[in-house]
T-cell receptor, first 115, second 115 residues
């Protein structure tokens, strides 16, 4: 079982709709969760971080965390064609064999917003 | 320039050769990470470092060696390159393990082809 799982997509939504991206993780001790956006041929860039159960909103983006269900989601409201990218879920996992935290990514979900 | 830089951006090497990918950051971040990105796999953690002289294995460490003698540099060496190591390699850095400081920032990536 992968530590961080995402549906690879593609997820296709019409312009103006809400895009919902989901992520599950296996390590119950994880405390920090991130969503990155990656355009084709570019580096990942951070769009949201969340640390507590519940919702966190930033503009058109809302991150949702449910630690009991080990589930993180990202909602994008009023989706635009410029939102078309791969969205990567990342989890700061529990300490590795050396005693230090590591940052693990899911495989990413490709989002396509069509006009 | 401030930030995190990788070199080279593109590299072609032959099977069996040793190759080193460089990563340099100017933020004095304590954590640094190396990932590889292949189609369908997202970002997979190779090695990471919590501080100078402290490194630990990630998800796919075999065939790679890292060192971190200075906080700002984290080179990744392929001791004897294989075709399966053809990939895009990303370096990232973040502040300490505290909850608010764990966002990772990425370099531009190195596209490595092993022929």
């Amino acid at each position: 079982q992968k530590e961080v799982e995402q549906n690879s997509g593609p997820l296709s939504v019409p312009e103006g709709a809400i895009a919902s991206l989901n992520c599950t993780y296996s390590d119950r001790g994880s405390q920090s969760f991130f969503w990155y956006r990656q355009y084709s041929g570019k580096s990942p860039e951070l769009i949201m971080s969340i640390y507590s159960n519940g919702d966190k909103e930033d503009g058109r983006f809302t991150a949702q965390l449910n630690k009991a269900s080990q589930y993180v989601s990202l909602l994008i409201r009023d989706s635009q064609p410029s939102d078309s990218a791969t969205y990567l879920c990342a989890v700061k996992s529990a300490a590795g064999s050396g005693g230090y935290n590591k940052l693990i990514f899911g495989a990413g979900t490709r989002l396509a917003v069509h006009p | 320039d401030a930030g995190i830089t990788q070199s080279p951006r593109y590299k072609i090497t032959e099977t069996g050769r040793q190759v080193t990918l460089m990563c340099h950051q100017t933020w004095s971040h304590s954590y640094m990470f190396w990932y590889r990105q292949d189609l369908g796999h997202g970002l997979r953690l190779i090695y990471y470092s919590a501080a100078a002289d402290i490194t630990d294995k990630g998800e796919v460490p075999d065939g790679y060696v890292v060192s971190r003698s200075k906080t700002e540099n984290f080179p990744l060496t392929l001791e004897s390159a294989t075709r399966s190591q053809t990939s895009v390699y990303f370096c990232a850095s973040s502040e300490g393990p505290g909850q608010g400081g764990t966002e990772a920032f990425f370099g531009q990536g190195t596209r490595l082809t092993v022929v």
